[in-house]
């Protein structure tokens, strides 16, 4: 039932044109053959299976010694809507925009070019988060803007994406395999992972604020394999931002799988790599 919900979950965020034709799952031949035809079901399931035979040759039966995962909108999501967040704390403070507006707002200031490193999250991004929650609401209050900041500290605003999750990265650790955690994202992140309960899973964490680069650079994914003393071929990153994680994994020589496209839970995961769980 979980990976049925992540899997509408995903195809309900994809736009139009990625949802008719653009999805491609690896080794998934009935969901190939609905977007392109049989003959794009074979080529695709053919060519799954020789890039796996071909990993096995190289690496034995377990295919990558290292999974990189990313965190917000993989191994974890915001509890509710974040234009929702906003303005529920925001209104006694004065903030009277509607969620569609302040949504809006938000995206229109997170897209604008941010300091001349453009890095967003600098130790624990509250220069950034300002600007973001300013832009959003029209609000500057500094106490608003705090209790936004430490409620996205709290395990009330977050929820483990995969509830299995804990069971397949324990599976991961009996197997050999290393782990960490890989994101654009500021301090606070450490503090969420132990509030979660989830730090002790991985290995490793990667934070853009404190390696001074963001995805898709792939200074980033070499930081984290080399926290975790793998190459990087040897690695491969889950993420659900083809840009950020599939392109900037690649970019750095790692395999990379998109969350919701080619892989919907970590036990999927797991499985493709040869552990089982």
Same mark, same amino acid.
């Given at each position: 039932?979980?990976?049925?919900?992540?899997?509408?979950?995903?195809?309900?965020?994809?736009?139009?044109?990625?949802?008719?034709?653009?999805?491609?799952?690896?080794?998934?031949?009935?969901?190939?053959?609905?977007?392109?035809?049989?003959?794009?079901?074979?080529?695709?399931?053919?060519?799954?299976?020789?890039?796996?035979?071909?990993?096995?040759?190289?690496?034995?039966?377990?295919?990558?010694?290292?999974?990189?995962?990313?965190?917000?909108?993989?191994?974890?999501?915001?509890?509710?809507?974040?234009?929702?967040?906003?303005?529920?704390?925001?209104?006694?403070?004065?903030?009277?925009?509607?969620?569609?507006?302040?949504?809006?707002?938000?995206?229109?200031?997170?897209?604008?070019?941010?300091?001349?490193?453009?890095?967003?999250?600098?130790?624990?991004?509250?220069?950034?988060?300002?600007?973001?929650?300013?832009?959003?609401?029209?609000?500057?209050?500094?106490?608003?803007?705090?209790?936004?900041?430490?409620?996205?500290?709290? *395990?009330? !605003?977050? %929820?483990?994406? &995969?509830?299995?999750?804990?069971? /397949?990265?324990? #599976?991961?650790?009996?197997?050999?395999?290393?782990?960490?955690?890989?994101?654009?994202?500021?301090?606070?992140?450490?503090?969420?992972?132990?509030?979660?309960?989830?730090?002790?899973?991985?290995?490793?964490?990667?934070?853009?604020?404190?390696?001074?680069?963001?995805?898709?650079?792939?200074?980033?994914?070499?930081?984290?394999?080399?926290?975790?003393?793998?190459?990087? *071929?040897? !690695?491969? %990153?889950?993420? &659900?931002?083809?840009?950020?994680? /599939?392109?900037? #994994?690649?970019?750095?020589?790692?395999?990379?799988?998109?969350?919701?496209?080619?892989?919907?839970?970590?036990?999927?995961?797991?499985?493709?790599?040869?552990?089982?769980?």
């Amino acid at each position: 039932m979980a990976v049925a919900r992540l899997r509408a979950a995903a195809a309900a965020r994809l736009p139009p044109a990625l949802s008719r034709g653009e999805r491609r799952p690896l080794g998934t031949a009935a969901e190939v053959a609905t977007t392109a035809g049989p003959g794009a079901a074979r080529w695709e399931l053919m060519g799954a299976r020789e890039y796996y035979d071909y990993r096995r040759a190289i690496y034995g039966d377990i295919t990558h010694k290292a999974i990189l995962v990313d965190a917000a909108g993989t191994l974890l999501a915001p509890t509710e809507p974040m234009a929702q967040v906003y303005r529920t704390i925001g209104q006694k403070y004065g903030v009277d925009y509607s969620e569609d507006e302040i949504l809006m707002r938000y995206r229109r200031a997170y897209a604008q070019p941010w300091g001349r490193s453009r890095l967003r999250y600098v130790n624990d991004g509250r220069p950034f988060w300002q600007y973001i929650v300013s832009s959003s609401t029209g609000c500057s209050d500094l106490q608003y803007f705090e209790e936004l900041y430490q409620y996205y500290t709290t *395990e009330k !605003a977050w %929820h483990l994406c &995969d509830p299995d999750a804990g069971r /397949v990265f324990e #599976a991961l650790r009996r197997a050999g395999v290393k782990t960490a955690v890989v994101s654009n994202f500021d301090t606070r992140l450490r503090p969420l992972l132990q509030a979660l309960k989830c730090d002790g899973w991985f290995d490793a964490v990667a934070i853009s604020a404190e390696v001074a680069a963001e995805k898709p650079n792939p200074t980033i994914f070499l930081k984290a394999c080399e926290l975790l003393g793998v190459k990087p *071929e040897e !690695a491969v %990153h889950i993420g &659900d931002d083809r840009r950020n994680d /599939v392109w900037g #994994a690649r970019d750095a020589g790692c395999d990379a799988w998109l969350w919701g496209s080619d892989v919907y839970s970590f036990k999927e995961v797991a499985e493709r790599i040869g552990v089982e769980v």
